[in-house]
């Protein structure tokens, strides 16, 4: 979950990093009822889930409560990658000598947490690494050993923050490293962390990713939510309570079991195709969320054809069946369907759906022969598939 930059450094703050002072505003009049408070000049800064904002004209310094008004009227409303500016922060303007860089994140390579650290600040950090790989300076934190004092010393010895003192840059490593780790996130980036002109160091930006399993201990990210951009696709399954993500391709999986619904997407490309979502319907096949679960891949237009996976357990093959015809009579499903039916009483569940077979509804023998069936269904072996290797242009045709 991603955080605006506001609600990051509420979050920082709480670590007692250097952050400015500043109010949200969500109105011209608001802005400048803020930028009264905290005294001109100010930073009125667009509140959106993307970065690059000061490129985009996101960002603007007011040197007076008019220009405070003007900023908010012209930043408000602007489309920002896609991401319309609804809110601002307003906050006291700093007087920049330098700006840094600084992130922690996870590596699942390294099974570590990657800190990264240049006196280049305040560019797109790709660009820096791309064009001066030395100018950052990268350390590994095995999350047993912890990062201590000494660690950030050494840290900050390499990556040479001209101008800034060494002990204030330790401590704010180690306040931004505890937000990391305390907060539960996932990836913490500043930039820039500025040098002020008198001298002290400044968070100026950030950009947090929360880590959203870790929401039981953490009451806080229920108010985060609420300003969370959400996959449409996504906010539709979750509100009927099933658990669904969204993906790129062209089929839509459905099965019962996480586990299952995992394999069904890795089957998927394992023969040539790629899934529009993993959606698990948990225990229950019933007419209710087999309902459910074929309405919000309907309401897909990338899904070609959709795979059904269920192996009954508890779940017994006729109540699934029945939930599939109820559902496609309730439902009407634009693409064709493919079920693969296994587990406690499939025979009967087979004869269920034996009369109903059409070139709408197919069953496959087993779960190979059904991920098989599904993607020759949504146009057959997709492009960028590692089994499908071929040229654009005939992903285009097969779309
Ligand atoms: P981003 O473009 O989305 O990354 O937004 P930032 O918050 O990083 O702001 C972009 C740039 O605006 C920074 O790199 C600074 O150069 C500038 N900026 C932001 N806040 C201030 C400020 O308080 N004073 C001054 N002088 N410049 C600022
Ligand atoms: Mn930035």
């Known amino acids: 979950m991603d955080l605006l930059?506001?609600?990051?450094?509420?979050?920082?703050?709480?670590?007692?990093l250097p952050i400015s002072p500043g109010a949200l505003a969500l109105t011209p009049t608001e802005a400048v009822a803020a930028a009264e408070r905290i005294g001109c000049p100010v930073v009125v800064k667009a509140?959106?889930?993307?970065?690059?904002?000061?490129?985009?004209?996101?960002?603007?310094?007011?040197?007076?409560?008019?220009?405070?008004?003007?900023?908010?009227?012209?930043?408000?409303?602007?489309?920002?990658?896609?991401?319309?500016?609804?809110?601002?922060?307003?906050?006291?303007a700093t007087?920049?000598?330098?700006?840094?860089?600084?992130?922690?994140?996870?590596?699942?390579?390294?099974?570590?947490?990657?800190?990264?650290?240049?006196?280049?600040?305040?560019?797109?950090?790709?660009?820096?690494?791309a064009n001066s790989p030395e100018a950052i300076s990268r350390i590994q934190i095995d999350p047993s050993d912890g990062f201590a004092a000494d660690d950030a010393r050494n840290w900050v010895t390499s990556a040479g923050l001209p101008g800034a003192d060494v002990s204030e840059a330790v401590e704010v490593l180690l306040a931004l490293y505890r937000a990391y780790r305390e907060g539960d996130a996932d990836l913490i980036e500043v930039n820039p962390l500025v040098l002020t002109t008198d001298g002290r160091l400044q968070v100026l930006d950030a950009k947090v990713t929360l880590d959203s399993s870790a929401r039981f201990r953490h009451p806080e990210?229920?108010?985060?939510?609420?300003?969370?951009?959400?996959?449409?696709?996504?906010?539709?399954?979750?509100s009927r309570g099933l658990q669904y993500v969204g993906l790129e391709g062209n089929v839509g999986v459905i099965a019962n079991g996480a586990g299952?619904?995992?394999?069904s997407v890795d089957m998927?490309?394992?023969?040539?195709?790629?899934?529009?979502?993993?959606?698990?319907?948990?225990?229950?096949?019933?007419?209710?969320?087999?309902?459910?679960?074929?309405?919000?891949?309907?309401?897909?237009?990338?899904?070609?054809?959709?795979?059904?996976?269920?192996?009954?357990?508890?779940?017994?093959?006729?109540?699934?069946?029945?939930?599939?015809?109820?559902?496609?009579?309730?439902?009407?499903?634009?693409?064709?369907i493919v079920v693969r039916l296994d587990g406690t009483n499939s025979a009967e569940?087979?004869?269920?759906?034996?009369?109903?077979?059409?070139?709408?509804?197919?069953?496959?023998?087993?779960?190979?022969?059904a991920a098989r069936l599904a993607?020759?269904?949504?146009?057959?072996?997709?492009?960028?598939?590692?089994?499908?290797?071929?040229?654009?242009?005939?992903?285009?045709?097969?779309?």
Not at 5 to 16: D, N, Y
Not at 67 to 92: F, N, P, Q, T, Y
Not at 272 to 295: K, Q
Not at 375 to 399: F, H, K, N, T, Y
Request: aromatic share 6%; with cysteine.
């Open 95 to 129: 007087d920049i000598a330098a700006e840094f860089y600084v992130s922690f994140m996870l590596d699942r390579g390294t099974r570590r947490h990657l800190g990264m650290l240049s006196a280049q600040g305040g560019v797109d950090i790709e660009d820096v690494s």
């Open 221 to 238: 990210y229920d108010a985060y939510d609420k300003t969370a951009p959400r996959d449409a696709r996504e906010q539709q399954a979750h």
């Open 47 to 92: 509140q959106v889930h993307t970065g690059g904002r000061g490129k985009a004209g996101g960002i603007r310094l007011a040197e007076d409560l008019e220009a405070v008004s003007r900023c908010a009227e012209k930043i408000l409303g602007l489309d920002i990658k896609g991401h319309v500016v609804r809110r601002l922060w307003v906050e006291a």
């Open 349 to 369: 569940g087979w004869n269920i759906l034996r009369p109903r077979l059409s070139d709408r509804l197919e069953l496959a023998p087993d779960m190979l022969a």
């Open 5 to 16: 930059e506001h609600q990051g450094k509420e979050l920082f703050a709480s670590f007692g």
């Open 268 to 336: 998927v490309s394992d023969v040539g195709g790629s899934a529009a979502n993993f959606l698990d319907i948990g225990g229950g096949a019933n007419a209710e969320v087999m309902s459910a679960a074929l309405e919000v891949l309907n309401d897909d237009p990338s899904v070609r054809a959709i795979f059904i996976n269920i192996f009954g357990g508890i779940t017994k093959g006729e109540e699934v069946a029945n939930g599939i015809i109820e559902a496609m009579r309730r439902v009407d499903i634009a693409s064709p």
């Open 260 to 263: 299952l619904a995992m394999a």
């Open 375 to 399: 993607v020759g269904r949504a146009g057959g072996v997709q492009a960028d598939s590692p089994a499908g290797a071929g040229s654009g242009a005939l992903e285009e045709g097969a779309r």
